[in-house]
């Protein structure tokens, strides 16, 4: 918006500043400056006023066409004081802000990229097979000291302001010289229990089907064994058939020998 306004005045004078030296026809015209007669060179002529380039206007400034110097002084206050200065302002104000808010920033950051790895870990199976990776709670601590340089160097911060406007997050003070601050709104709460009795929950029945495992494993073992023995049987009884067999076929010939002699 700032550059559009400026932008803008500099249009609106360069237009005025044309008017007033070349409205006049070229032939009555008494003007011999080196001021532009088109409006693009009229446009650049009048930016490069405020960096001090005035060689196409140093007649005019010395005659006595007092309508273009009020237009001349009209234009350094707007270019010169006004919209430098509140583009200096501007410029301080951006660094300003970026010097109180870059801790915070970098903290947000930082928190998104943890959530981020911890997010992406559910997507590798068996990753999180113990749930131990990542605490369950981070919690930030610092002495009373530091916490009370930080509220004076940093009054407007929006971590200030939450906590002075929320009166129900706890403060801990496990020790005389430092501090603990902690913060759980209900909702988030009740989302966190819900989240530990699901991981009790899978935890447990991870537990039920490694002991079913277990027994499955020990039966199959089992029904090997007893396949195994039954195979070892079945080969003895066809190995017995064969000798039977045999005799049988003996006793046969030698029953027919003892019919034909």
């Known amino acids: 918006m700032f550059f559009v306004i400026s932008a803008g005045g500099i249009i609106a004078f360069s237009i005025a500043i044309l008017h007033l030296l070349r409205s006049c026809p ?8 080196e001021f532009p007669s088109h409006f693009y060179g009229a446009f650049t002529t009048t930016f490069l006023f405020m960096g001090g380039r005035y060689d196409s206007i140093e007649d005019e400034l010395d005659s006595t066409n007092y309508a273009f ?40 950051n930082r928190l998104r990229v943890i959530e981020n790895v911890e997010n992406l870990s559910f997507d590798i199976p068996g990753f999180r097979a113990h749930f131990n990776y990542f605490p369950d709670e981070i919690y930030y601590s610092a002495t009373v000291k530091e ?7 940093y009054p407007n911060d929006f971590i200030n302001s939450d906590l002075a406007n929320d009166k129900s997050q706890p403060v801990a003070r496990d020790a005389p010289d430092a501090t603990a601050i902690t913060t759980c709104e209900k909702p988030l709460c009740e989302v966190k229990e ?3 009795q699901s991981r009790e929950q899978v935890l447990k029945l991870q537990e039920q089907m490694q002991e079913q ?4 494993e020990s039966k199959v073992s089992v029904l090997q064994e007893q396949n195994n023995a039954l195979w070892k049987q079945n080969a003895s ?7 039977l067999h045999g005799m049988l076929s003996t006793l046969l010939r030698v029953k027919a020998d003892s019919d034909s002699s």
């Open 194 to 196: 819900e989240l530990k």
């Open 26 to 33: 070229f032939e009555r015209c008494k003007f011999k400056g």
């Open 69 to 108: 110097q009020t237009m001349m002084v009209v234009f350094f206050f707007f270019a010169v004081i006004l919209m430098l200065n509140v583009l200096i302002a501007l410029i301080n104000k951006a660094f300003k802000d970026g010097d109180d808010t870059w801790r915070q920033t970098w903290l947000e």
């Open 213 to 216: 495992n277990t027994t499955l």
């Open 147 to 153: 916490v009370d340089d930080f509220k004076a160097k």
């Open 237 to 243: 009884i066809q190995g017995r058939m064969e000798d």
